[in-house]
């Protein structure tokens, strides 16, 4: 076994923990608040051991893109548990970060009219500061469709936005 | 002047937060062992180990399969990759389950459910002692997953045509080539590796969205669950047979599970399906595959088997469908502290009183993927204070005579 220069280690979690977990939190539902650890450490010993594959400049759309398959075999673990655990219906359920913390209100009620999509692409845009190039890398989409969804995303957020700022 | 988008991107909850993991010197321990050089799907694999070298090159080929059939051939030896069953610990420190904690059974994840504990098994007369045999199947996948994608894409109506399929190659760690459709209407992602069943997942936009916490009623009943997953698995028109659906229900949201058969016996596979209250598919998965048998393998008896549970060669429970009352709950299972402060696991007394026959995927080291038979228990643990809880256990059903075990090195993450 070659043992991991621990140093190394913290300094790469401290310089990425952010990114995975400010990504991470808002996409957790349907699994609880408290398993938000257990995705950044799975995604964090993903991305060191990945590391020297990790391309440079796009450590981002990496990680981000590593954080949503990570989240999407923990849901697909809770999905599948819970067609066999009758006490599932009685789970509290949890709104997602930006319903419970969003304290603009025409933007929160702009982001509600828009569907999962388009509110993803903006997230990923305005939130995680992803450029159009990174989205489509994180996504798995063509610059130009990234470009596209975004462009379209903008324009419903602007339009939603407008219509809750006048009223 | 702030426009629209400066005050969305202040919006943003990670502004002026600050995020700190609660034990990243545990994700550092984790970090420390090494990744698996061997290609294995689950936590053990399997390994085929030939009765002679000259079977060994035959067996893993077709002709070699076909020669199994033969009555006068011998079946060879398999391998595990783990602690033997019959030298395996029993469970003295934190949760552990002896042979096969990471194979997937049908009923879910164990390593969720465990309990810590000694268990102690015993066999009630209704189960047999005579052995019998069960079929090995070998596990290919889909020969055409890029067709695969398309036709989920058209079944679950996602086909946007300014979308291609993406394609990656060997993420975490396992050889697999993964198939990523997404549109606005939702993403498919198929999973295919050079052996084992190919892997599907659906999920819509819609899928991340609650269900209405709001609602102390289910508004959608077990009738329409029932039709909108028949529709659906008809439309998906895999050749595969699907055994009892199990239906769950949670506010506006329902899901069902189907088990997927093999020659009639219940596999670890599923197609699961997750639906909104207007029957609209949230979320989907299931494997696609091709079984070749390979022959009937000896089986140990049931009552065998549960010998094998008690020297720990067995999972823990996967499902606490609990008789004696709320406090019967695994959770209630309390470890005693002794006079110099170490924990001592409680006893627990279980006895088995009905075995049948199941079939789980598991992949020997050369990178095959195989059914193999197993024995899945159902009895009642007894706790220490007198609570009682029905669960299910499971063991090898294979003749030891054509096991051999090896201990993996390592624990494998991904």
């Known amino acids: 076994m070659v043992p991991v220069p621990v140093d190394d280690f913290y300094d790469f979690a401290h310089t990425h923990m952010p990114t995975i977990a400010n990504f991470a939190r808002r996409r957790l539902y349907p699994l609880n608040p408290e398993e938000l650890d257990d995705i950044v450490a799975d995604v964090l010993i993903v991305a060191w051991r ?11 759309p990496w990680l981000i893109g590593v954080t949503r398959k990570v989240l999407a075999n923990a849901r697909r673990k809770k999905y599948r548990r819970s067609a066999y655990i009758q006490s599932q219906r009685a789970e509290e359920t949890h709104r997602s970060a930006e319903d419970r913390v969003l304290k603009d209100a025409a933007v929160e ?9 388009d509110r993803e692409i903006l997230m990923l845009h305005y939130w995680d500061d992803l450029t159009i190039e990174q989205i489509g890398t994180t996504t798995g989409a063509t610059v130009n469709a990234a470009s596209v969804r975004l462009s379209r995303a903008r324009k419903r957020f602007r339009e939603a936005f407008a219509k809750f700022e006048e009223s | 002047m702030t426009d629209e988008f400066d005050r969305l991107r202040a919006a ?21 062992v090494p990744t698996p050089n061997a290609p294995t799907r689950f936590a053990q694999g399997f390994r085929l180990k030939m009765a002679s070298a000259a079977m060994a090159a035959t067996l893993l080929t077709s002709g070699g399969i076909a020669a199994l059939e033969s009555s006068s051939s011998p079946l060879p030896v398999l391998s595990l990759g783990a602690a033997s069953p019959s030298t395996a610990p029993k469970s003295e420190s ?38 019998d045999q069960a079929p ?11 067709g695969l994608t398309i036709d989920l894409a058209k079944a679950l109506g996602i086909v946007d045509s300014a979308v291609a399929i993406k394609v990656t190659h060997g993420d975490f760690g396992i050889p697999t080539t993964g198939y990523e459709y997404a549109t606005d209407h939702g993403t498919i992602s198929v999973n295919a590796g050079r052996n084992g069943a190919t892997s599907w997942y659906f999920s819509s936009p819609a899928a991340g969205v609650s269900s209405d916490s709001s609602l102390n009623v289910n508004t959608i009943s077990k009738r329409e669950l029932v039709s909108w997953s028949k529709d659906l698995i008809d439309s998906l028109r895999f050749d595969l047979a699907l055994g009892d659906a199990t239906y769950s229900i949670y506010g506006d949201q329902g899901s069902v599970s189907y088990q997927v058969l093999v020659g009639g016996i219940a596999t670890d596979m599923s197609v699961s399906v997750g639906f909104d209250k207007q029957g609209s598919v949230l979320w989907a998965n299931g494997s696609v595959a091709r079984f070749d048998r390979a022959g009937n393998y000896p089986l140990i008896s049931e009552r065998d088997g549960v010998d094998n549970l008690s020297s720990g060669g067995g999972l823990v429970p996967m499902t606490d469908q609990v008789a004696g009352g709320a406090g019967a709950a695994s959770s209630d299972v309390i470890p005693v502290v002794g006079s110099d402060g170490v924990l001592t696991p409680p006893v627990i007394k279980v006895l088995i009183t009905s075995a049948k026959v199941q079939l789980s995927t598991q992949q020997m080291t050369d990178g095959s993927v195989w059914l193999i038979p197993l024995y899945s228990y159902t009895g009642t643990a007894t706790n220490e204070d007198g609570t009682t809880m029905e669960s299910t256990w499971s063991t090898i059903a294979v003749d030891p005579a054509y096991l051999k075990i090896s201990v993996s090195p390592s624990p494998i993450v991904y």
């Open chain 2, 136 to 146: 090995v199947y070998r596990v290919s996948g889909s020969s055409d997953p890029s």
């Open chain 2, 12 to 32: 943003n909850p990670a502004t002026n937060t600050t995020y700190a993991h609660g034990d990243l010197a545990a994700v550092a321990r984790r970090a420390e």
């Open chain 2, 94 to 131: 934190l949760p552990t389950s002896g042979g096969l904690s990471d194979s997937k059974i049908p009923g879910g994840s164990q390593s969720s459910m465990r309990i810590w504990g000694t268990y102690e098994f015993s066999a009630s007369d209704r189960l047999s002692s005579s052995p």
């Open chain 1, 50 to 60: 990945k590391r020297d594959v990790i391309p440079e400049g796009a450590e981002a």
């Open chain 1, 109 to 117: 009620a702009a982001l509600a009219t828009l569907s999962l999509g």
